[in-house]
């Protein structure tokens, strides 16, 4: 079953979210941004499968399914398949360590310019490619309403 206003709100809050990276970027808040770069990307996947009438499963790296389920998928998405599916399984592994630490690792001692950078512009790239196969998501000014 799809549920395209479903699919379309995944894909608008991960959209909304890529702002929210920049604000994380200028802090050298490098952590978060590694932490907020595996939501967006987990957001825009599952909007992705959703629209292609996929139930995502309530997981953070949805890969194996995009890999499994890749007939449904658009060609261009088919044909970027293999990266997305490495950012999201590279940013699930960071998604507790960024937040959380442990006990022998502080994020903000661990994580540098470099893994945010990584990070955002793999989030990027995700919303990107998913974008054209959810559908339009995002007005110009999210605060006016939507005419369409």
Request: no cysteine; charged share 35%.
């Amino acid at each position: 079953m799809r549920n395209r206003d479903l699919a379309r709100d995944h894909l608008q809050r991960a959209t909304a979210r890529l702002a929210a990276l920049d604000v994380l970027y200028a802090a050298e808040s490098w952590p978060d941004v590694v932490r907020e770069s595996q939501e967006v990307v987990e957001l825009a996947l599952k909007g992705l499968l959703r629209a292609v009438g996929v139930e995502p499963p309530r997981v953070h790296d949805v890969g194996d399914v995009l890999i499994a389920e890749q007939a449904r998928l658009p060609a261009d998405v088919r044909a970027a398949l293999d990266r997305l599916t490495q950012i999201s399984r590279d940013l699930r592994r960071d998604r507790e360590l960024a937040l959380y630490g442990a006990d022998d690792l502080t994020p903000s001692d661990f994580y540098r310019r470099a893994d945010a950078t990584r990070a955002r512009d793999a989030a990027r790239e995700v919303v990107r490619v998913v974008a054209p196969a959810v559908g339009r998501t995002t007005r110009p000014n999210p605060t006016e309403p939507d005419r369409t």
